[in-house]
C-alpha cells in the first residue's frame, strides 16, 4: 500500500497551495511533491477525481515501475488504444481481439474482454483523456420519424391507414430503436422517447430530434424555442436537446442513417405482410428490430448489441426511477362557470380567475392549471365522460359553497314544512337525476324563492305549476312568482301537457276541470 497520499497532493495543488505548504501538510518530502506534480501534468491527471480512484491505482498510473510486480497478464497500452478508437470503425471489440493474438504470440495471458474495457476506460477516466473520438460513447441519442409508413387493412372495408415508424439511435454503437405509432403526434412522440431510453437501459448526455413541432416551436440561427413537453421530458432524464439545424442533415447522420437502415430492414422487409391491427405491426416491428441489431456490421467486428454493451453502456447516464409522464399543454380564457375542459371532463379552478387566462397541463392521470407559472388548481384525471363536473370545495364561491351545506334529508324535511306540493317538486329534483346530488343546486335555488316571496306563494306556484307541467324547472317557478302569477286559481289554469310519466293528476281533476273540493 502507497504510503504518499497521491490524491491529496493533487487536491491541495488543485487549490493552488505551494508546494512547500503541500509537503508540511501531507508530511511528504519536497522531492515526492515535485515528481508526483510534474508527473501528473505529464500525464494529464488532474483533480477532482472519482471517489473510487485509489493511491494505489494512481501510483501505478505515475510510476509504473514503483514496486513493479510481475503479472501473469499483459498489460494494455492504454494510450496506444485511446489513439486508436480516434480511427473510423475501430472498436474496442477489435481491439482486445488484437490484444489477445498478440498476448498468445508472446505467451502471456490477456484480460478477458470485460477487464480490458473496465481497465481502458478507468485509465481514461483518470488520465482525463481528451482526444476526440469522433462519436463519444453515451454523449448523444439522435431521433426521427421514417418517411415510409406500413399499411394496416381495416377487416371490413379493407381501407389502409399508414402506420408511422419513430426510429432513435446512438451514433457510437450504431444500436437502434424502432417503434410502430398510429399517429405522429406529441403524446406518441414522448411516449417513443420513453420506450427508447427504456430499451437502452440508460440515457444519453445529448438528445439530437429533428425540427417537427412536437420538438420545437422555432428553430433559427439566432435561438431555439423547445415544445415545452419536450423540455419538460429531457428535465426529467436529465439530458440536453439540440435540434438539427435546419437543413442540415448531417447534424443528424446517424439518425437519419439509421432511418433509412430501419426502412430497408424493418419496413421493407415487412411489405409482403399483410396487417390488421396496430397491435399486429407493433409485435413485427419489434421482431425485426431483434434481427437488425443483431446483423453483423459490414465494416466492423460485432453488431450493434455488442458494440453497446460493451463500448456505449457503461457510459450512459442511469434512468430516472419513474419514467416520465407525458403532458398536453393547452391555455383557456377561464368562463363564468370558472370550470376548464380537458377535452372530456370539466374541472373547477377558483372562481377568482374568471375572465383570466391560464396554462393547463393535461397527462394521463392528471390535471394542472396554471396561473402566471403558478400551479392554481390540480384534479385526477376522470377517464370516463362524467356529466357533471368536477368541482373543489374551496374553488367555489361563497354562495355556490353554501350548497354543500344541505343533504337530501334537509331538502326533504324544508320541503314538507312548506307544502305537499313544494315537496313534490323537491322530490323531482332529488329523483331526476343519476344521482340526488344533481338536484341540489335546483333545491337550493327553490329555498331562496321560498325566502324571497314566502312560503304560501311558492307552495302556491308549485301546486300551479304541477297542474300543466310534468317538468317542474325553477326558470318557470321564478317566472310565476315574479310576475304574481301564483296568485291565480290552479282551477282555472288550463291542463297543457298530459305525460304518462312524472307529475299527473288524477281522473278527477280533469272530470269536472279541476280539484274537487
Known sequence: MSKVDYREILRLDSLHYSRKRISISIGSSHHTVKDVLDTAAQKGITWPLDNDVTNAELEALLFPNKHKVESIYAEPDYAYIHRELAKPGVTLTLLWEEYCRTCHESGRTPYMSTQFGDKYRKWARITKATMRITHKPGDAMEVDWAGDTIPVFDPVTGEADGVYLFVAVLPCSCYVYAEACNDMASENWLLCHVHAYNYFGGVARLLIPDNCKTSTISNTRYDTVLNKSYQELAEHYNTAIVPARVKAPQDKSHAEGSVK????????????????????????????????????????????????????????????????????????????????????????????????????????????????????????????????????????????????????????????????????VVQYYLTSGAAPEQGYKACASLMKLGEKYGAKRLENACGQLLAYSSVPSIRNLSSMLKNGQDRISAQKQEPIDNVSHGFTRGAAYYRKGGEQK
Open 261 to 424: 437502415f430501419a426502412e430497408t430492414w424493418i419496413i421493407a422487409a415487412l411489405r409482403n405482410q399483410k396487417f390488421f391491427s396496430l397491435e399486429e405491426v407493433k409485435d413485427a416491428v419489434a421482431e425485426k428490430l431483434k434481427e437488425l441489431n443483431s446483423r453483423p456490421f459490414k465494416s466492423r467486428v460485432g453488431n450493434r448489441i455488442d458494440a453497446y454493451l460493451t463500448e456505449e453502456k457503461p457510459y450512459m447516464m442511469p434512468l430516472p426511477t419513474t419514467d416520465f409522464e407525458p403532458a398536453v399543454w393547452s391555455s383557456a380564457k377561464v368562463p363564468n362557470d370558472y370550470l376548464i375542459s380537458d377535452g372530456r371532463n370539466r374541472y373547477s379552478v377558483p372562481a377568482n380567475l374568471i375572465g383570466e387566462r391560464v396554462d393547463i397541463r393535461t397527462t394521463r392521470n392528471m390535471v394542472e392549471v396554471f396561473f402566471h407559472g403558478a400551479q392554481v388548481a390540480l384534479h385526477k384525471r376522470v377517464q370516463s365522460i362524467r356529466y357533471e363536473p368536477i368541482v373543489k370545495p374551496e374553488h367555489m364561491t361563497p354562495e355556490h359553497r353554501s350548497y354543500l351545506r344541505y343533504n337530501t334529508e334537509d331538502f326533504t324535511s324544508w320541503a314538507e314544512s312548506v307544502g305537499s306540493d313544494t315537496s313534490r
